[in-house]
């Protein structure tokens, strides 16, 4: 499904600003695998996901996706193999263009678009229900402008038309950071959702450790560029947050101690 050989990224090669942000970094991950990424500011997890979304080209190493070898294709040719939801509630929409117009858009993602009507009555009734879903009700709003709506609102829109094409990878970037505690927990309780209901294959970044143990089926954890250790389903439900905390704290303690003696 999705596989990473020796994959390495270094920022600003070669002057005193030199960034190691990935260091060989080998993943792969099979059919229906939902991954959620952990570790500190600056361990590589968004350069990671910028890499597999083909927003950065790697150093070294190489991407397979389903089989097709795509490091060297730039981010707009992976469209119709990855999806992604940012950070931010207002990356990833159009906010002067309505919720039923952004929805034409992202049905068509990757694929060319021509001349055709982008809202024609058969997707505005399949909107709808796709709307309905959520139970937000922007099913009853959908000639709204994006742009008024909630960053709640804007990131369920967001996880709702990433998830149309089926894409063979879903990138969840840190998509519930910038809410407020009540909006994280329903944007996190959809993504739990559109990932089971569609057998979507997804890569999370999460600073939230909770977040992290109680979504997906496999753990990984970064650190200065490295992946230095992973938990599987299993793991995951004899893990606390208190347990993570003192893995990482250990292995950075580790790689200080390799880095001495280097």
Same mark, same amino acid.
């Given at each position: ?17 030199? &960034? =190691? ?28 996901? *910028? ?16 089989? =097709? ?8 040719? $992976? ?13 990833? /929409? ?7 117009? *952004? #929805? ?7 694929? $060319?678009?021509?001349?055709? $009507? ?5 997707? =505005?009734?399949?909107? &709808? ?11 009853? =709003? ?5 742009? #008024? ?38 944007? /996190? ?11 979507? /294959?997804?890569? #999370?970044?999460?600073? *939230? ?7 997906? *089926? &496999? ?19 004899? /893990? ?23």
């Amino acid at each position: 499904m999705l596989t990473l050989t020796d994959v390495s990224k270094t920022f600003f090669a070669n002057t005193v600003n030199e &960034r =190691r942000a990935l260091r060989g970094v080998n993943l792969s991950l099979e059919d229906g695998d939902f991954v959620t990424i952990i570790g500190s500011n600056g361990a590589g997890k968004s350069t990671l996901l *910028n890499i597999v979304a083909g927003s950065l080209p790697c150093d070294q190493g190489s991407i397979v996706v389903d089989g =097709r070898d795509v490091t060297k294709l730039a981010d707009f040719r $992976r469209a119709s193999l990855i999806a992604r939801v940012f950070q931010d509630p207002q990356a990833g /929409t159009a906010p002067h263009l309505t919720i039923e117009q *952004n #929805m034409a858009i992202a049905l068509t993602r990757g694929s $060319r678009r021509g001349l055709r $009507r982008g809202v024609t009555k058969a997707r =505005r009734q399949r909107f &709808r229900e796709e709307l309905a879903v959520l139970g937000l009700g922007l099913e009853s =709003r959908m000639r709204t402008r994006v742009g #008024m709506l909630s960053g709640g609102q804007r990131q369920a829109l967001s996880l709702l038309m990433a998830s149309f094409t089926r894409p063979r990878i879903l990138l969840l970037d840190e998509h519930t950071a910038a809410l407020d505690p009540q909006r994280a927990e329903l944007v /996190t309780e959809l993504t739990r959702k559109v990932v089971a209901d569609n057998g979507l /294959t997804a890569l #999370m970044v999460t600073h *939230n450790m909770s977040q992290a143990l109680s979504l997906g *089926n &496999r753990l990984l954890m970064m650190h200065e560029g490295e992946i230095i250790f992973e938990l599987d389903s299993r793991a995951k439900e004899h /893990t606390t947050v208190s347990d993570l905390m003192d893995r990482f704290a250990s292995a950075k303690g580790q790689m200080a101690d390799r880095a001495l003696l280097a």
